[in-house]
């Protein structure tokens, strides 16, 4: 089977061709999309995944998945291939007894106050992470103490190797701090099944209205993509203590100061960057790259991206990100060498 338009013509939806991808992403950078596809409901999203899995396998094909785009830059050059986007699996249904199943597309804002208007706790954390339930389930996002894997008891997933879709429990995603198992390359998550825990909802709501109020005066108002670095641990690969990448890169004046093209490390919060004046995906790789590489230089700590980034890299892109993911000090150009 080739992968043309017209082999598309046989699923029962149809992809938009070169999509602009800048609003599927909070950074609100990105090039166009080959092939953008919106599943409205897991079937139809199974139907094109079962359809894709033969052309992946068979390196005829990418893919690439986007929940809310909030944890994820995308190239400026566009996306390659298929992009599926989540966000119109937007459903959510109680099962009783503080269980819900929640589609990959649904808003977490959405998940939080659902959950609370069902008199269950639990869902604090997610009111100002502006992420679907689908990325949060593979980033283990979480907040206030709170994380995903503590509610997140089965995922159901699309294998692509496989070509069929099956619930996963909880016990195998290996859920550690802003980690799963889940490899968005060969796994899609399509819903999850999540418990709460039945409480005082009225001190869920203070502790919500906290959370908004914190995320207002911390968190900036500019494009951006949340915490662009994960917190390190000291000493130096796999201590104990966890240190705050944004205090680390504070301390070095980072804050409102470092800046590369349209990108520059937030005035609110030193481990986000903004996009202030039409920032391209190198200008933000390559802001990340001197964080990088001043931390090391400043404290010998290796920080790693929590930020993902998606799309057609160029070769200086390419350089940077292996760097990043690395954390290598030493492997990519230093801040001041051009690219
Ligand atoms: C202002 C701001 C504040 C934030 N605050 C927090 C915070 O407090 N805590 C926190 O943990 N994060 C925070 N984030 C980061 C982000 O919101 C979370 O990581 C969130 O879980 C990402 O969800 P998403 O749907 O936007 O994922 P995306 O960015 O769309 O995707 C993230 C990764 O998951 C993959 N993916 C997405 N959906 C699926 C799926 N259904 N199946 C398989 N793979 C998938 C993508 O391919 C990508 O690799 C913040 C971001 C912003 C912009």
Redesign the pocket.
Known sequence: MLDTPSSHASLSFSPEVDKPSAS????RIGGNMEFAWFPTTLDEAVELLTYLSPLLKSGETTL?????????LIASAGIAGHT?I??K?ADMKALGDGRFLIE??V??AKVAHAVLEAGFQWGE?MI?????????????????GQ??AKIVERVF?FDLHKGNADWVEASDLAYDY?YSA?D??K????ATECRFQAGDVSESKALMERNIAF?KSH??IEP????VFRNPTAPPQGGDVVLSAGKLLEDLGAKGTWKVGGAEVSALHAN?IVNTNHASSTDVLTLMRQMQVAVWDAYKLRIYP???F?GLATEAEKTLWHALKEGDPHHAPRSNESL
Do not use: C, K
């Not at 951006?224 to 915490?227: E, T």
């Open positions: 599927y992403s909070t950074y690439n998945v986007l929940g809310w785009g909030s944890n994820t599926l989540t966000r699996l990959a597309g808003h977490l954390y100002g992470i502006p992420g679907t339930m689908g990325g949060a389930a593979v980033m283990n996002a979480g907040a206030m994380d995903t997933v802003r889940v968005s390359q796994q899609i998550v399509l995320r968190h900036p951006n993509g949340g915490s986000f929590e930020n993902r998606i």
